[in-house]
């Protein structure tokens, strides 16, 4: 079963504009993960939210995480064209042994 | 360090056929995993391995087995292939377990497709 669903599906955008990308999720949650997937390759771990935390960021990009919605938001600022690519939600559940659910993802297009 | 390693990168199996899919990590990472992805459905996890020795079922088991007999290797066998295990396969590795707020390392995947 998916827990995290990823909001919109596919999003194109300028190269500079701002990229924001959602995730929603069902039951409480120890972690949430956003990954990168360029076309025919494998995924790329970008930045990990415990559920203590309530913002990250790292270079260009910004998550956040609202428990009592239980949502986060993945944001890329000054989007590049390099840029473009699949990116998906991760939740981990609490409890122990618990496994990494994987959204559907939300497909980025940036045009140079 | 070359991370994550799969093999093949693509392959061809006919309905009844069993063949394995290879995994194999040098990071000395205690966790692996094998996801299949297909369209519109994400990755869903199949089998993982907590360690040398240990193995468990994920979400969709049915049809795959696994051994590990070593830290590096993660084999995912398919003991007699289906059109429905046409996918893309993911082996991942992480240094901790996931629940424990750990990164997943993937490989770069197998593509599979069963006529």
């Known amino acids: 079963s998916q827990q995290g669903e990823e909001d919109p599906q596919a999003l194109s955008i300028q190269e500079g504009e701002n990229a924001t990308m959602n995730c929603s999720y069902k039951?409480?949650?120890?972690?949430l993960q956003w990954y990168r997937q360029n076309s025919g390759r494998g995924l790329v771990h970008l930045i990990l939210i415990r559920s203590n935390e309530r913002e990250k960021h790292s270079g260009r990009l910004r998550v956040t995480l609202d428990t009592s919605k239980k949502s986060s938001s993945l944001l890329i600022t000054a989007s590049r064209a390099a840029d473009t690519a699949s990116y998906f939600c991760?939740?981990?559940?609490?409890?122990?042994?618990?496994?990494?659910?994987f959204g559907k993802g939300i497909t980025l297009s940036v045009r140079p | 360090n070359a991370g994550v390693t799969q093999t093949p990168k693509f392959q061809v199996l006919k309905t009844g056929q069993s063949m394995t899919l290879q995994c194999a990590q040098d990071m000395n990472h205690e966790y692996m995993s094998w996801y299949r992805q297909d369209p519109g459905m994400g990755l869903r996890l199949i089998h993982y391995?907590?360690?040398?020795?240990?193995?468990d079922q994920g979400e969709v088991p049915n049809g795959y087995n696994v051994s590990r007999s070593t830290t590096e290797d993660f084999p995912l066998r398919l003991l007699s292939a289906a059109p429905s295990q046409t996918s893309v396969y993911f082996c991942?590795?992480?240094?901790?377990?996931?629940?424990?707020?750990?990164?997943?390392?993937f490989g770069p995947g197998t593509r599979l497709t069963v006529l």
């Open positions: 391995s907590v360690g040398a020795g240990i193995t």
């Open positions: 991760a939740t981990v559940p609490t409890g122990a042994n618990s496994k990494l659910t």
């Open positions: 991942a590795s992480s240094p901790r377990l996931v629940w424990m707020g750990s990164e997943q390392f």
């Open positions: 039951t409480s949650i120890n972690n």
